[in-house]
């Protein structure tokens, strides 16, 4: 359209353009007979005026003179179809983001035209009008500066009385289509990023200010959506129900990079009442009932593995000094207060005066408690009231009774500290996650940090990591062996937990481990020896299994993937893993018997690969850059072979001298005279099905190749000619295109292959050949794996490495 338009210039003519509006005037009713003419008069004036816009000034000097605005409201009055009001907004649109001169912005924008077009009553029930009104919308705000913006705005002495670019706006802020709700979130941000006073008085007062409260809520209502896939009874397979929640956690995460922004901006009216209704409508209503400050008003029934993940997550993505200080207060508050009481009746340890100053602290935030309150439309309520409850509730709570010193209390009895040491894995890692995150936190004060125990040095370590140490009589010094301990256990436990779990805990062990200077008691190292050497037994086990010849590849791939996801800092690591492990099943979906073979053979490397680098990690202080292991896969297995055997494909001409001649039946092809030959050669294994050349006695064309491993040959016991087969129909791919391993929801089933032979004796012969080959193959990988499942295998790799 445009290309062609812009080809016969004189329609762009001033001329041309007068006779167009001098049209439009005349226009007295808009209705089905002229509802097309009045449509391509509205598109020419567009089309010209942005033209004239950048090519010929006197163009929008007659636009001004016209006043064509003012006609465009006129034919909005006329007609009530959205078959106008969506085209008329649309090519409105178009010509706002097409203006480049300030002089027609702030014509376009002055006189109270677009204030009309946008307080005009439509019809949002229609079609598409919705969207291209909200497009409209965005499209003038995206001109507005601080010149400019006073002329869409009504002011009463010194404060905005009407705003109609930004409550309009609003009403579609829930609205369920995508973008309209991405619109609207630019447009408020255009808003909020043009530095005005008076508008920044108007957003972050009522009526106005309700809409930083619905979006909290309506953020509450996807965390309550989200506990509620997390903990479906719902048969679904694992994959299923993860990619489930991965969407409702990415529109979690999606409205927290919103409130960002919005913090990002940098005033302080739109931080306060950002940060008071994160806090009071989300943060308080998930902790206080977490940390068991007795029945909290306005708290909401959330487990507590979403309740951590919610608030790590929110500190990861919005984060914030007020935030990230509030949250350590509240779950440092049992702690803090025994201190202080301590310090009150002479004991005095550590800094007792910051525990006060901390509290105090928390009083000045003018944090907005409406959930505990219920007090509608109060602004400045500050956290007095929740002080004094938890306060109310520490003194009549027997546990904190007689005032014990904070030397000799039981830490891992009090608030967050309970659920590192819950037998559930996922809420002892999750609470765990949520500690680190805090103190790791750039924003945290440093009474907090100090207490907590995790000071962050500005020096980075060989493989850019922050250091980090702890702190001397800080509660994590003393928590330490006790949470080694644990996650210890956790690796030691019988039967195995799931590798994701183990994966995690390994994580969290070599983070601690970091700020402890690998320090482990006899008793540590007992337990890591145990869960090594199940480890190592589990993967030998997979010597025996039907994937036995991928274990070097897999062991290769999952090494790099290991060592990467046991570096990975704290705030780049994403707490989903919190919510996988609470909805992980034991047993992995799926009906292919191969299928399940292969999942536990990878699982079984995935748990040894991390022990192996633990171990190089715990005795020799770092982890290993690369694995080498010898490759056999070119090597002979001991018998030979033309070559023209072990490079066989589909199709190719084959020697049948080794070969041991059956049948077999197929579903479409009847009954065939083939011949079996296993062969092996290194790693590699196949069995070959031939079938005679018709004018060479001594050579076959294969007609089907199956792999070697996982054959698994019986023979029938009620037929003793018949030897049946297990073919392994799921082809692994260790990388996809982003380079992850791929996952599979529906596998195919294990196909099945029955062969019949002339009499028992050969059927025994073939079902032996197959084994013998299937040994050499074996053979190969376990001499492969042989250095690596050795005692020595990491000081001996390190020490090459380091040479």
Known sequence: MWRSLWRSIDRFSLQHFKYVVTELQQIKVVNKQNRDAVIDLLQSIVEIVTYGDRQDPLIFECFMEYQVLAEFVRVLNLSSSARIETPLLQYLSIMIQNMDS?????????????????????????????????????????KINKDTLCLLVKV?????????????????????????????????????????????????????????????????????????????????????????????????????????????????????????????????????????????????????????????????????????????????????????????????????????????????????????????????ININYLLEHLNDYTSSNSHFDGRPRCESMHIERIGIFTYMFSDNHSISLASLFLLLTIAENKDLELFPASLIGISQSQELTNNCESAFSTVDGSILVRLMPQIIEALLKVLASQPPVSPPIQWHTGWFLRKLLLCRGNMLSNNDIHLFNTSYEQSRECLKKELDGCWFDHIPDVITHEWGSCKKALEQQSQSKDPFFTLELAVYQQTIDGNSASYLAWQ???????????????????????????????????????????????????????????????RIAFSQAGVRDIYLIPVAKGISGKLILAEKHPFRSQRGVVIAI???????????????????????????????????????????VDGRWTLGFPSAKACETARLLILEEASKQRSSVESILAPLLQDDYVENMLDSQGD
């Not at 072979?641 to 041991?660: N, Q, R």
């Open 706 to 748: 199956a792999p070697l491993a996982g054959l698994s040959p019986k023979i029938d016991e009620d037929h003793p000619t018949w030897l049946h087969l297990r073919i392994r129909e799921f082809y692994p791919k260790f990388l996809t295109a982003k380079g992850k391993q791929s996952k599979v929801s529906n596998p195919a």
């Open 156 to 380: 009463h002495g010194d404060v905005v009385s009407s705003f109609p670019l930004y409550t309009e706006a609003l009403k579609f802020a829930q609205h369920p289509e995508k973008m309209i709700q991405t619109a609207i979130r630019a447009l408020t941000l255009n808003i909020y990023n043009v530095s005005d006073d008076m508008v920044y008085q108007f957003v972050t007062t009522p009526p106005a200010s309700k809409y930083f409260s619905d979006l909290v809520s309506s953020l509450r209502e996807q965390c309550l959506h989200l506990d509620a896939l997390v903990h479906s009874t719902e048969e679904k397979c694992t994959h299923q129900k993860n990619n489930e929640i991965f969407l409702e956690t990415d529109k979690i995460i999606d409205d927290l990079y919103y409130f960002k922004d919005i913090l990002s901006v940098g005033e302080s009216r739109l931080s306060r009442v950002v940060t008071q209704n994160l806090l009071s409508l989300l943060i308080f209503p998930l902790l206080l009932p977490l940390l068991q400050f007795g029945d909290s008003k306005g708290s909401f029934n959330i487990s507590a593995v979403t309740s951590l993940y919610i608030v790590s997550r929110l500190l990861q993505v919005v984060g914030g000094k007020h935030l990230v200080n509030a949250v350590a207060g509240l779950l440092l508050y049992h702690y803090l207060t025994i201190c202080q009481r301590d310090a009150t009746n002479g004991d005095t340890v550590g800094s007792s005066a910051g525990a006060s100053d901390l509290l105090c602290s928390l009083n000045d935030k003018n944090i907005k408690e409406h959930c505990l309150l219920e007090a509608e439309g109060a602004e400045d």
């Open 600 to 662: 536990r053979m990878v699982d079984a490397v995935k748990v040894f690969v991390l022990h192996l680098q633990l171990k190089a990690f715990i005795f020799r202080g770092g982890l290993p850059e690369k694995l080498s292991l010898k490759s056999l896969s070119n090597s002979d297995s001991g018998k030979t072979y033309s070559t023209d055997i072990s490079a066989a494909s589909f199709g190719s001409d084959v020697s049948l001298g080794s070969g041991v001649p059956c």
């Open 102 to 142: 300030e002089q027609a912005i702030y014509y376009c924008l002055s006189n109270g035209y677009i204030n009309n077009i946008i307080a005009h009553q439509y019809n949002f029930d229609a079609g598409d009008l919705a969207l291209y009104y909200v497009s409209f919308l965005r499209a003038v705000s995206s």
